[in-house]
Each structure stands twice: as C-alpha cells, then as structure tokens.
C-alpha cells in the first residue's frame, strides 16, 4: 500500500486501462489480494490516498479513479453477489456452450501474442489487472462461445484474488452477460482496434490475429443481434452489421467458424 501511494497513485488514473508489453502492473495497485483476504480494509486505502492527495499535487482523475474503483465498482460487486444470492450463477442467458479452449491452460494453442502473452503473465503471477482480464481474456471467452460456468472455474482457480463474491457477478453478469444485463448494461465485447489501441500489440506483419478476431467479433454481433438491438449502447454496431452486404456476412461467418 505504501510503495503504492508513493509511487503509482499520481500516474494511476492516466494509464489505468493500458495494456503496456514493458511492464505487467503498469501503475496499479496489487492490493486486492490483501483486500480479499482482510489484511487490509477499504477504509484504511482510501484514508492513505486522501491523505497522499491532500499532501501532494496528484492529479484528480488518478485519486477519483483509485478510489471509484475501491469504494465504486468493489462494493457494487460485492453488492451484486449478495443482492441476486444463490442461483445467479446458474443463468447462461447467451445460451454458450463450449467447453474453455485450450489456449487458457497452455499459451503455446494460440498465435495470437495479446492472448498468449496474457495467459503466460497469469500462469507466473495469478494476477492480471482489469483491462486484460476483461478485454483480452473475458472478451475472447464470450466471443467463443464458452460456457460461463467453465470460465468461472477457471477464474476462481487461476486468480490470486479470487473470492465467490468477487468473481460470480464479475464473470456472470460484467465479463460474459451471462444474467442478460441484470448487472452491466451492455456485454463488453469489442473489435481488434481496442486491444491495439490500449497496448502494445503492433499490427504490421501480425494482421491474422486482427483478422480472426474481428470475425468472432463481428459473428457475435450478428448472432446476438435481437438481443443486442435492444440495448442503446450496442445498437449501433448490430445497425452496422445489419448493413454489411450478404457476401460480407457470409465470409466473416466462414472465417470465425474456422477458428471456432
């Protein structure tokens, strides 16, 4: 918590969802495992915050978000654990079916490098922050089809932090709309664009893995479609694949049924 607030508070907010290939912590904490565990409370990080940020010219958007993070979206999960109780993971509201690809256990089933790398920093360490377990691992999930239930199981037996109560709601109802948006308000699915926008995962001469991943993103999109039409924050992209001319459609199924 100390080295923390001396030396990542004050960059935290600025770099809070980069994914950089030269560092694996970038400025975040590391401190829910001793959260979860109760060695430290909320109150005493967020007193040590406030106090660094009165005491220090930190800028507002790192402090709002630390604390957002520990006071906002922590206690809304653990809210949303005990509100929905038991039977909130038994909902499959996406209908996926597919058992865990291969590439969670063993880096080396996969050529795409934002996946490969991510997994092999989760095998060394048990941890990931926010970004690449939603983004890369938890996004890839849903777009493959897997079933939420094997997903948790491995979250929960791969993550240092993992608790029930942090991670059922985080994959049932954040990573995989399992619960059909009784938690989130949209499933956080995306394109290839936001993994190379936030990391540094180079396109030139590495365009396959853009490629496959556009089209599990894209077959998504269109099999979700009367689902997703409805939800304000997605319309948009099921409005541009509405568009996409039959051949188009045709080829991006092709391609992600290959790799699926």
Known sequence: LLDFIEFGLADFGAYEDAMPNNSWSVYHSLLTPYLNIGLL?????????????????????????????????????????????????????????????????????????CVGSVVRDVKSRGYAHHIPRLMVLSNLALLAGVEPEEFLAWMTNTFVDAFDWVMVPNVYGMSQYADGGLMSTKPYISSSNYIVKMSHYKTAGNEKWMRVWDALYWSTVGRLGPLLRRNYRMAAQVAMWERKSAAEKASIKSEAKRWS
Do not use: C, H
């Open 41 to 113: 409370t909320p109150q005493e990080v967020i007193a040590a915050a406030i106090t660094k940020y009165q005491q220090s010219k930190i800028p507002l958007a790192s402090i709002e978000g630390f604390i957002r993070q520990i006071i906002g979206w922590r206690e809304y999960v653990n809210g949303t654990y005990w509100y929905f109780g038991a039977g909130y993971e038994k909902q499959n509201q996406l209908e996926a079916k597919r058992k865990l690809l291969p590439l969670f256990w063993d880096e080396s089933k996969t050529q795409m490098n």
